[in-house]
């Protein structure tokens, strides 16, 4: 790929993300002038340009070096890890960003008699995350069916297609409303700030160390 001389950031076209990525950006300094797409926002003062993608594409934008940083939920980032073949390269986390907080956890029936992870063996547990959720399994030494669905996990259980749902839960009010109680917490989420393990060893890279200095010291003054 020919290299560029202008750092390319990914980010959530539209959704919980959207808004506190691009307040953050603004507070580093960066400003964009939206394009008519908005695929595409091009920066104004600085060489730094945004990708408006869905959420679920960004660790692949960044592995096959289409863009060289992303503002993604842990959740999102570490699926991916999870489950990018060997060859793939590398991703990192290099901040945790202070917004989007969420967590990855096991519920099951309010009805159903559940004490420990063991309870879900033989069991069939619908989630959006099967690479994350395979892994706790295999820590618990549980087995259990893995149940892939891409939305509306909370409803699996009412509908008889699974047991129980591993599921992105912030206040617990999605959960209660479909009489559900939370039980194990498998990730601790937030908007991350994912790139590449190492560098690129061009400008780029210089762009990328000012741009975490500007980071820490926004990250800093709010906390
Ligand atoms: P896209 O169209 O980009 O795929 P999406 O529906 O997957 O959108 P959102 O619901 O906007 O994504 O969530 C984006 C991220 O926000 C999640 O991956 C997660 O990190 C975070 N988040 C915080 N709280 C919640 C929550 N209660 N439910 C879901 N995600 C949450
Ligand atoms: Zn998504």
Do not use: H
């Not at 959740?75 to 969420?102: H, I, M, Q, S």
């Not at 295999?138 to 699996?156: F, R």
């Amino acid at each position: 790929m020919k290299p560029r001389d202008r750092l390319r950031i990914a980010m959530q076209k539209s959704g919980r993300l959207t808004e506190p990525a691009l307040e953050l950006l603004k507070r580093c300094g960066l400003t964009f002038r939206q394009s008519r797409d908005k695929l595409f926002c091009f920066g104004e003062g600085e060489p730094v340009d945004l990708l408006l993608v869905r959420d679920d594409d960004i660790p692949g934008l960044i592995s096959q070096g289409v863009c060289d940083l992303g503002i993604v939920g842990r959740n999102v980032l570490n699926e991916y890890r999870r489950g990018a073949d060997g060859d793939a390269p590398a991703l990192a986390e290099w901040r945790p960003l202070g917004f989007g907080r969420c967590r990855l956890s096991i519920a099951v029936p309010q009805d159903m008699e559940y004490r420990e992870p063991s309870d879900l063996g033989g069991r069939r547990i619908a989630t959006s995350y099967p690479g994350l959720l395979s892994e706790w399994l295999k820590v618990q030494d549980v087995s259990a069916t893995v149940v892939t669905l891409a939305g509306s996990v909370e409803i699996a259980p009412k509908l008889g297609t699974a047991d129980a749902i591993c599921d992105l839960v912030q206040s617990g009010g999605t959960l209660v409303a479909n009489q559900l109680r939370e039980t194990d917490v498998l990730l601790q989420s937030e908007a991350v700030l994912a790139g590449p393990d190492a560098l690129p060893a061009d400008e780029r890279g210089d762009m990328i160390e000012l741009l975490l200095k500007r980071l820490d010291g926004v990250i800093q003054v709010r906390e």
